[in-house]
T-cell receptor, first 112, second 111 residues
Framework: DAGVTQSPTHLIKTRGQHVTLRCSPI?????VSWYQQVLGQGPQFIFQ???????GRGNFPDRFSARQFPNYSSELNVNALLLGDSALYLC???????????FGDGTRLSIL | DAKTTQPTSMDCAEGRAANLPCNHS???????VYWYRQIHSQGPQYIIH???NNETNEMASLIITEDRKSSTLILPHATLRDTAVYYC????????????FGTGTRLTIIP
């Protein structure tokens, strides 16, 4: 079975632009979470969605938003990009609430 | 979620058992101990988790002390491919599912 897939794998944007990152969970997984990993640090939690509803939000500004679709795939949107948004964005899925999360290999976003 | 403390780095000889410690002295009764690892340029990989009993799977063993204030991840026969950053995380299985990653232990397997 395919693991968590994320697209694109790499992306370059300039300050002020917006970006949409996409995630397809493992087949049958209903929960999707997003994390941001800045170079040299551990991943930081951004959002969690379960059954298309937001179930958790980390300490990120309102420029960050996400949604989950009926097929359980998810998008992360970031508006008004800042240099500090340069990071690896990771998506994780789990079968149901409370089960281990499995991560994709992320989208590396660079802001110029 | 409870905070964890891990050594910054460790070395282990190839073929030997790698024992990675983690302290979580403020863990509460309904919180699980999770271990993930991250190999350079990849997403974190789930290894194992447990509540209070020792656990074993095809990748590793997890030993949790009786008072649950610390645990050890054991890779029985380390290979070069086990070189990675290992994260010990404490998380409840109800409510917010977020994983709180610290800085982890950078494990280097020496040939």
């Amino acid at each position: 079975d395919a693991g968590v897939t994320q697209s694109p794998t790499h992306l370059i944007k300039t300050r002020g632009q917006h970006v949409t990152l996409r995630c397809s969970p493992i087949s049958g997984h209903k929960s999707v979470s997003w994390y941001q990993q800045v170079l040299g640090q551990g991943p930081q939690f951004i959002f969690q969605y379960y059954e298309k509803e937001e179930r958790g939000r980390g300490n990120f500004p309102d420029r960050f938003s996400a949604r989950q679709f009926p097929n359980y795939s998810s998008e992360l949107n970031v508006n008004a990009l800042l240099l500090g948004d340069s990071a690896l964005y990771l998506c994780a899925s789990s079968l149901v609430y409370g089960q281990p999360q499995h991560f994709g290999d992320g989208t590396r976003l660079s802001i110029l | 979620d409870a905070k964890t403390t891990q050594p910054t780095s460790m070395d282990c000889a190839e073929g030997r058992a790698a024992n990675l410690p983690c302290n979580h002295s403020t863990i509460s009764g309904n919180e699980y101990v999770y271990w993930y690892r991250q190999i350079h340029s990849q997403g974190p990989q789930y290894i194992i988790h447990g509540l209070k009993n020792n656990e074993t799977n095809e990748m590793a063993s997890l030993i949790i002390t009786e008072d649950r204030k610390s645990s050890t991840l054991i890779l029985p026969h380390a290979t070069l491919r086990d070189t990675a950053v290992y994260y010990c995380i404490v998380r409840g299985n109800f409510g917010n599912e977020k994983l709180t990653f610290g800085t982890g232990t950078r494990l280097t397997i020496i040939p």
